[in-house]
């Protein structure tokens, strides 16, 4: 339903098409005005293109940006969820000592608070690759011919061309580049575990030793 909504949302003859148009329109005449070397180097390294606006072709609808646009309002709710829970379990006293103790705010923040929500992270990052990876009507609805996914790629091939064994050489590939991160994700967890119960029983021995000195 989301989708279909977008789909009216970025039609040719809707709003944010227009806004699109305009934005493109004034860019290039702020690019007319740049020095010859200056639109060169644009030019070059990417940011702006030689051929003028064409109404016709510069639609957001069919067209890789509207399938990543698209995706970010999908999937973001994906990604903001384990990072606040893991946030709101976060001692914020934590940074508040951190500051008295002459530590910058975003020092503070980089090296407190970003490791000590560093699983609701991780959960993050897993929660929007993985259906991000098998996404299949956000690119077939808003992507058109020339922006196809693996999740379309393995649909063609099995329902179209009939093809099985390509189909399922897709799909396993798939598989393995979702298994592989979740597998490294599990791995790196144990290890920042061990590592933590490592530190733990090095400072309790320590302390134990001073103790009986």
């Given amino acids: 339903m989301r ?4 789909k009216t949302l970025l039609h040719p003859e809707g709003w944010l098409q227009a ?8 860019s290039e005449w702020i690019f007319d005005w740049l020095p010859g070397f200056l639109q060169k180097f644009f030019i070059w390294i990417g940011f702006a ?15 890789e940006s509207a399938v990543v646009l698209v995706s970010v309002y999908t999937f973001l709710p994906f990604a903001i969820m384990p990072m606040y829970t893991a946030a709101e379990k976060f001692d914020f006293s934590l940074l508040e000592a951190a500051r008295d103790l002459g530590a910058k705010n975003f020092y503070a923040f980089r090296k407190i608070f970003i ?4 699983q609701g992270i991780i ?7 993985i259906p991000t990876i098998g996404s299949y009507v956000i690119p077939q609805m808003l992507g058109g011919t020339d922006c196809v996914l693996i999740g379309n790629k393995i649909f063609m091939r099995a329902m179209q061309n009939r093809n099985i064994p390509h189909a399922s050489a897709l799909a396993t590939l798939m598989a393995i580049s979702v298994l592989v991160p979740l597998g490294c994700a599990v791995w790196w967890k144990k290890r920042q575990e061990m590592r933590d119960r490592k530190r733990l029983d090095d400072r309790t021995a320590h302390l134990m030793t001073g103790g009986d000195e």
């Fill in 49 to 63: 293109s030689a051929d003028r606006v064409d109404p016709m072709l510069s639609t957001i609808l069919d067209s």
């Fill in 123 to 129: 959960s993050a990052v897993l929660m929007v690759f």
């Fill in 19 to 26: 806004c699109y148009l305009t934005y493109l329109k004034v």
């Fill in 3 to 6: 989708v279909f909504a977008w």
């Fill in 115 to 118: 490791p000590g929500i560093r």
